[in-house]
């Protein structure tokens, strides 16, 4: 054998191991390409999220979904307001200069209780029409006695009697007309100042202030230096948009919920519906009068859950069907396939039997899965 038949046999010989090999390595990946299929319980979803498939449908138990009838239902947002017949404006008898601010805005106070002094001309000018009031009655005084002497020794006539009387009579007026002013003023006829004190009318919080040391003011004209509101007692305005007026009724009671105490529910009564809407939002005000138990200040935003006359029929499942998931409310419907579609509801009250009221998203005997919770959590193993 020459030596170009040793290379070809040789040649041979490597291609033929060299195949064997290569058949070797095709086989082992197409075994494992086959022991990557779905084990038993395994999830499947497609692009949307919302879809799930699962091997053992079976093991996720389905419910119908009930029938729940109850009163129709209408939310509105409002504002909490002062009961406007319970404010009393706070205003100064006597025009003068603010010298002392003993309250601010805010404060709560008692009836009587001294909100703020003013250096005032106008007591000198009442004390000098008092002093004068004073001095005329003595004189008045004097005279009637004279001319009484006189009468009971026949040296005048009764009618000369009458016209000292009556002389005595106007003075005693005048001065305790001038006294009354001085008191009204804030002033003491017997001890007299400039400084006249302004005291609280009512109890109350103080909800407005228009005043600063220093400032001027003058009597009886607006602005008020102060308003106090009674707080145990507040209104809350509501919009209501003008189709949904017709579930509102005077005299009716609404539940209602603070922002800031969500766990602290309140009634209130519709004590007045605007007669007036709102050109640009078609919506009118509806006020509720409130009894406060000390919660509610001022310009606090509410929930107003308004109740209807009609009966509306609703979807109830069991709790443990809906999932709260993201602040929203799921439930989960199966499909055909052992396929489940979440569906997002709007639930409402819970109801008797461990059952909850869905409002929104889900039809009276729909079939949803019982445990929401479960499924869900196989979905994110």
């Not at 041979?12 to 095709?26: E, F, M, N, P, S």
């Not at 404010?87 to 001294?114: F, Y």
């Not at 909100?115 to 009031?133: E, P, W």
């Not at 001085?182 to 001890?191: F, V």
Request: aromatic share 4%; with cysteine; net charge negative.
């Amino acid at each position: 054998m020459n030596r170009s038949n040793v290379l070809a046999v040789g040649l041979c010989l490597g291609l033929v191991v060299l195949a064997a090999g290569c058949g070797k390595g095709t086989a082992s990946v197409s075994a494992q390409d086959t022991d990557t299929g779905p084990h038993p319980g395994a999830v499947e979803q497609d692009m949307d999220p919302n879809n799930v498939k699962v091997d053992d449908a079976g093991k996720f138990p389905t419910v119908a979904a009930g029938v729940y009838l109850a009163a129709s239902e209408l939310k509105a947002t409002g504002v909490v307001n002062p009961d406007v017949s319970r404010q009393v404006p706070v205003a100064s008898l006597a025009s003068g200069k603010v010298v002392e601010i003993d309250a601010r805005l805010g404060d709560e106070v008692t009836k009587g209780k001294v909100l703020f002094k003013v250096r005032s001309s106008d007591i000198a000018g009442a004390f000098s029409d008092y002093r004068k009031a004073v001095k005329n009655e003595e004189l008045a005084k004097v005279q009637l006695q004279r001319a009484q002497l006189l009468f009971d020794n026949g040296a005048i006539a009764k009618s000369n009697l009458e016209i000292a009387q009556n002389a005595e009579e106007n003075a005693k007026v005048d001065l305790e007309t001038t006294q009354e002013h001085l008191r009204l003023l804030g002033s003491d006829p017997d001890h007299p100042t400039g400084i006249v004190e302004v005291p609280a009318p009512v109890g109350g919080v103080i909800t407005d202030q228009q005043i600063s040391i220093a400032s001027g003011v003058q009597a009886l004209t607006p602005p008020n230096p102060f308003t106090i509101s009674d707080v145990s007692h507040v209104w809350i305005v509501c919009d209501v948009y003008e189709n949904d007026l017709a579930q509102v009724r005077l005299g009716e009671y609404a539940d209602i919920r603070l922002n800031a105490y969500p766990d602290r529910p309140l009634r209130g009564r519709i004590g007045n519906i605007g007669q007036i809407m709102d050109p640009n939002l078609r919506t009118a005000k509806v006020r509720l009068e409130v009894e406060n138990p000390g919660l509610m200040r001022f310009g606090m935003f509410v929930t107003a859950m308004f109740h209807g006359e009609n009966k509306e029929q609703h979807a109830s499942v069991p709790a443990t069907a809906v999932l709260h998931l993201h602040d929203r409310d799921w439930v989960y419907a199966p499909e055909s396939g052992g396929k489940f579609r979440r569906i997002e509801v709007h639930a409402g009250a819970m109801l008797p039997g461990n059952q909850q009221e869905i409002l929104l998203g889900l039809k009276a005997g729909q079939q949803v899965v019982a445990n929401a919770l479960v499924l869900q959590n196989t979905v994110e193993q």
